[in-house]
């Protein structure tokens, strides 16, 4: 399912008209960008959890070469998928 779909999927299912749906989906996808800029972590009981995961830096090699080279340290968003939602996927 691409973005546009979604929209579609949303405005069937909220009887919204897709302008809206597509409206509160950048709404969602904006907020979630943001507070997991500002190092903060969104949880949707039943659905899952947002957050930002730290990755140290470290020595890696090319595969080219073989030859070791530095990683930096970064952060990397992550979703953790909620009890309800394993359990509706596994059903």
Known sequence: MNKTELVAAMADQAELSRKDAEKALKAFTD???DQLKKGEKIQLVGFG???VSQRPARIG???QTKEPMP???SKA???K???AL???VNA
Do not use: C, Q, W, Y
């Open 31 to 33: 907020i979630v960008a």
């Open 61 to 63: 090699r090319n595969p």
């Open 49 to 51: 959890t947002f957050e």
């Open 81 to 83: 998928a909620g009890k």
């Open 86 to 88: 394993k359990d509706l």
């Open 71 to 73: 990683i930096a340290a």
């Open 77 to 79: 968003p992550k979703f």
